[in-house]
């Protein structure tokens, strides 16, 4: 047996040196990736908390890393960050600016967001090219502000036992709750894994729709959801047997082989996935007693089989919290012939040791790799089908380290994943406060050194959080960090349960523990053997890029056509380029903040002339989203619950302050980017601020080949928002109004739109709309009745109605929205606004300030320092108003992709 290679050291993402070479007979392989999922992206995604109620802010960080090093990224500058709801609803999304392989953003949660489970996920462009795999999620819960206005429009879930097998489940619609103006009859899905059934109900009352439906034994979860006949949506997952346990074995390297000693791992979990602490016993078909089985809290536990592939094997199994019922779960067929590999460790050393059955080969290989880069590639005689290796652990990176059986002809048998930790790479981070004790409002003073193994500055990057270890320490202790991510979590699909427990030394048998969690996760291991067209380049910077063609036909696209893109941003920028042979072209925009900006490009050919070609702009293709129904069954537990009260006490005390003229709120009003538009302000100080805003942009995405105009898209997309009716008969034309029974008026870029002119509003181009705006029950509105219908008799002008206020790019009205010769107008997403987090300065408060309470849960929160040469930077905040113990947690990330995790507590007293 021999090492072939020692490990290189790896410098960046397309310069990565790999070898698989061996002493002869074996010969140097060209240099290649053991997967090309290791030039992708991974990115942790942080937040400030995993709690949430409505009128609170999410705090995010996003660190961005090459996959093979966790170096930070130099592909892409910019990341999409999305708020996703249990129906797959994106509720909200954000354009962040990654720089140096880091960003940070924010979502702010209003009263538009029911409670409930939530996702939040992240992605560039690069990462698509490689499907869901390196798109980061996380899921947190939302709850309503106040404890008594807490919405719940499906209610009253109960299963009902009909017979041994069969159930009936019951439910309560109460579509009122999502859709003021439902009525009649309500259409109710339900969803019970593979297979999705749809009916319709009526109500007894009008108000609560009684739903019944019969269910099995086999069906775990329901998805119940709802549409409202305006077409609003509304589902709930439930679990049908929550207490019944899902156990799985895993036999080491995927199989149980007939003779062969094999280590058994075997996970025990409840319908959300969580580990659940079971007892049993294993038996034959013939009811020979094998051995009994223990798992912990983790539901992981191991024992020891040598399989006969003449017979079957199950398992008898109780859960500790219902020991009265027995479930029985088969093992894995055996395998009559194959292959196994083992891995132990002794001291600094791993060791390997192959077997095969029957003993046929004489020689085999085993390949090493780590986050699909290849390391070594060892190979060895097999005497008796055995086969015996071993490899020092600090050759190897820190992280999850994939062996490979190969046969003769190296073709893969087994596989064996191993979570090395050597403690060579690690990241320290020394924290010091200024005293040992604070009180409530105290300033505090936390310096922070960065080293590391050697003792030496290391540059870093880190995030600060603070928060009351009371509320945020048992959650904290389990849960992701960068740390469990980046050297553990990220290389598995479907995310790890309590990942911060694996890597906490507070926990002494959470090295055996990790082994048997690398032993359940070979099928979803990331870097299999697996090739992905890479079609899709990174974006460094913002960009606008599209394809011209003739202006007759759109499959026509059209060479060396000049170019001039101005962004009409806080600068505006005039960028100017040519179109190459396959009529594309690609502007990079420089940096800009807020929502959207306004772009205009115009075609001229090769003489200069202004042409009107057809210009596409390319659009940003949203990935599938796949939201685990497991996620949204909601489990309220005591810690969470803690929470949630503590900052509902918060908002409650908050707003009695906001509402007394007595006290001026701290918080920066945040004004959206349409409300700075001299148009938007004059309708909005004439008709009031809009109830709901439909993004022009939006409307031509959904634009099809048969649309004739604004209203075509709107009558067969929005019509929750708005209806449009036909009037005139035949030869007549749209009609628009707001979806309730007053009167509806339109303006066009804040010029009222005559009654006479109202057909030609249906057949604007929907390429020349900004935004169309829903204001219900505006004010002013009998005045612009009389503007609208100048020959009325004032007692004809009704008192309440609504406006659809129109936008456009010419901004002049309905009659200026013909398209000019060579000139594109669009509007573009740019980086989202950055907001400091917000919190008191006591040395800078009026004493009618100082009044309110300070009922902060989270303490400090700062996504974005860095240390000096030295490794150090400093943290200064003030503490709340509540006592008790602090907890101050901070992550790193080197700039040789080395993470550091670390917690500090102190005391605050009264």
């Given at each position: 047996m021999s090492f072939i290679l020692p490990r290189h050291e790896l410098t960046s993402f397309f310069g990565l040196i790999l070898f698989l070479c061996a002493v002869s007979p074996i010969r140097a392989q060209r240099p290649k990736l053991a997967s090309d999922a290791a030039i992708a992206e991974k990115i942790y995604l942080q937040t400030d908390s995993e709690i949430y109620i409505n009128e609170q802010v999410i705090w995010l960080k996003l660190f961005v890393v090459e996959a093979a090093t966790n170096r930070p990224t130099k592909l892409s500058g910019v990341l999409y960050a999305e708020l996703i709801d249990a129906n797959g609803n994106i509720m909200d999304e954000k354009l962040v600016k990654i720089e140096n392989g880091t960003g940070n953003s924010f979502f702010e949660l209003t009263n538009q967001y029911l409670p409930g489970r939530y996702m939040l996920r992240a992605y560039t462009a690069w990462n698509r090219n490689f499907g869901d795999t390196f798109i980061s999620r996380k899921y947190i819960d939302i709850y309503s502000s106040e404890e008594e206005k807490r919405l719940t429009p499906i209610q009253n879930t109960v299963v009902t036992e009909e017979s041994k097998a069969n159930y009936l489940l019951?439910?309560?619609?109460?579509?009122?709750?999502?859709?003021?103006?439902?009525?009649?009859?309500?259409?109710?899905?339900?969803?019970?894994?593979?297979?999705?059934?749809?009916?319709?109900?009526?109500?007894?009352?009008?108000?609560?729709?009684?739903?019944?439906?019969?269910?099995?034994?086999?069906?775990?979860?329901?998805?119940?959801?709802?549409?409202?006949?305006?077409?609003?949506?509304?589902?709930?997952?439930?679990?049908?047997?929550?207490?019944?346990?899902?156990?799985?074995?895993?036999?080491?390297?995927?199989?149980?082989?007939h003779g062969i000693l094999n280590r058994v791992v075997f996970k025990a979990t409840d319908v959300k996935g969580n580990g659940l602490n079971i007892t049993g016993a294993i038996t034959d078909n013939d009811g020979n007693f094998i051995c009994d089985i223990t798992g912990t809290h983790l539901g992981l536990g191991t024992f020891m089989l040598r399989p006969d592939s003449s017979k079957t094997y199950h398992a008898a199994i109780n859960a500790v919290t219902d020991s009265t019922e027995t479930h029985t779960f088969n093992l894995p067929k055996v395998k009559s012939n194959g292959n196994t590999l083992n891995v132990n460790t002794f001291k600094n050393q791993i060791?390997?040791?192959?077997?095969?059955?029957?003993?046929?080969?004489?020689?085999?290989?085993?390949?090493?790799?780590?986050?699909?880069?290849?390391?070594?590639?060892?190979?060895?005689?097999?005497?008796?089908?055995?086969?015996?290796?071993?490899?020092?652990?600090?050759q190897l990176p820190n992280g999850v380290i994939a062996f490979t059986l190969l046969d003769s002809d190296r073709r893969p048998v087994a596989q064996r994943l191993f979570f090395n930790k050597t403690?060579?790479?690690?990241?320290?981070?020394?924290?010091?406060?200024?005293?040992?004790?604070?009180?409530?409002?105290?300033?505090?003073?936390?310096?922070?050194?960065?080293?590391?193994?050697?003792?030496?500055p290391a540059p870093a990057q880190i995030a600060v959080k603070v928060v009351n270890k009371q509320l945020y320490g048992p959650l904290q202790e389990k849960n992701t960090n960068i740390e469990s991510f980046f050297l553990l979590e990220s290389d598995f699909d479907g995310g790890i349960k309590q990942p911060g427990y694996y890597l906490s030394p507070q926990h002494p048998t959470r090295l055996q523990e990790l082994d048997m969690l690398m032993m359940t996760k070979n099928r979803t291991y990331r870097y299999?053997?697996?090739?992905?067209?890479?079609?899709?380049?990174?974006?460094?910077?913002?960009?606008?890029?599209g394809t011209v063609s003739s202006a007759f036909s759109k499959k026509k696209k059209k060479e060396g056509i000049d170019l001039t893109l101005m962004a009409f941003g806080e600068e505006a920028s005039l960028l100017k380029q040519q179109t190459d042979s396959l009529g594309r072209f690609h502007f990079n925009l420089p940096d800009h903040f807020g929502q959207h900006i306004n772009v205009l490009l115009q075609t001229a050919n090769a003489n200069g002339k202004k042409r009107n070609y057809t210009v596409q702009l390319d659009r940003k293709e949203v990935p599938t989203v796949h939201f685990d129904q497991r996620e949204a069954i909601s489990i309220v537990d005591s810690v969470k619950h803690l929470l949630v009260k503590k900052q509902q006490e918060k908002h409650t005390v908050d707003e009695a302050f906001r509402l007394t003229g007595d006290y001026m709120e701290l918080e920066e009003v945040t004004?959206?980017?349409?409300?700075?538009?001299?148009?938007?302000?004059?309708?909005?100080?004439?008709?009031?601020?809009?109830?709901?805003?439909?993004?022009?942009?939006?409307?031509?995405?959904?634009?099809?080949?048969?649309?004739?105009?604004?209203?075509?898209?709107?009558?067969f997309n929005y019509p929750e928002k708005v209806r449009i009716e036909r009037v005139g008969g035949a030869g007549g034309y749209l009609w628009a109004e707001v979806n309730n029974s007053e009167m509806t008026l339109v303006v066009v870029d804040g010029i009222p739109v005559m009654n006479y002119n109202y057909d030609l509003i249906p057949n604007i181009p929907p390429s020349e709309v900004k935004s169309v705006e829903l204001i219900e029950y505006a004010n002013n509105f009998s005045r612009l009745f009389m503007e609208v219908y100048p020959q009325a008799s004032p007692l004809e002008a009704p008192m309440t109605g609504n406006v659809i206020a129109i936008?456009?790019?010419?901004?002049?009205?309905?009659?200026?929205?013909?398209?000019?010769?060579?000139?594109?107008?669009?509007?573009?997403?740019?980086?989202?606004?950055?907001?400091?987090?917000?919190?008191?300065?006591?040395?800078?408060?009026?004493?009618?300030?100082?009044?309110k309470p300070d009922l902060r849960t989270l303490i400090h929160w700062d996504p974005a320092l860095t240390t000096d040469g030295k490794g150090k930077t400093l943290i200064n905040y003030y503490n709340a108003d509540i006592p008790g113990e602090m907890l101050i947690i901070i992550e790193a990330i080197t700039e040789d992709g080395k993470t550091g995790y670390q917690k500090f507590t102190y005391q605050v007293k009264e």
């Open positions: 019951s439910a309560e619609f109460l579509p009122q709750r999502i859709d003021s103006l439902h009525s009649k009859k309500l259409d109710v899905f339900i969803n019970l894994g593979e297979d999705t059934d749809s009916l319709s109900i009526k109500s007894q009352d009008g108000h609560v729709y009684s739903f019944q439906y019969p269910i099995t034994a086999v069906h775990h979860l329901a998805t119940l959801g709802m549409r409202t006949i305006n077409g609003r949506y509304y589902s709930k997952t439930i679990a049908l047997h929550p207490s019944l346990p899902e156990v799985t074995f895993y036999p080491e390297s995927g199989h149980l082989v060791r390997l040791s192959a077997y095969s059955f029957p003993a046929t080969q004489d020689s085999a290989y085993i390949k090493v790799s780590c986050r699909g880069v290849n390391y070594f590639l060892l190979k060895g005689p097999m005497a008796n089908g055995q086969m015996a290796a071993a490899i020092a652990a600090d403690g060579r790479d690690e990241v320290n981070i020394e924290i010091k406060a200024d005293s040992i004790t604070y009180h409530p409002r105290s300033k505090m003073a936390i310096s922070v050194k960065v080293s590391d193994s050697t003792g030496n299999g053997i697996k090739e992905h067209q890479l079609t899709i380049p990174p974006e460094p910077s913002l960009k606008v890029a004004v959206e980017d349409y409300l700075l538009t001299p148009q938007r302000q004059k309708v909005m100080d004439r008709f009031g601020k809009p109830d709901d805003v439909i993004d022009g942009e939006e409307i031509e995405a959904r634009e099809q080949k048969w649309s004739y105009g604004l209203y075509s898209v709107l009558l936008y456009t790019y010419a901004g002049k009205g309905v009659f200026s929205v013909d398209k000019p010769d060579g000139i594109l107008k669009a509007s573009v997403p740019i980086f989202s606004p950055k907001r400091n987090f917000e919190a008191p300065d006591y040395s800078k408060l009026t004493p009618q300030e100082r009044i």
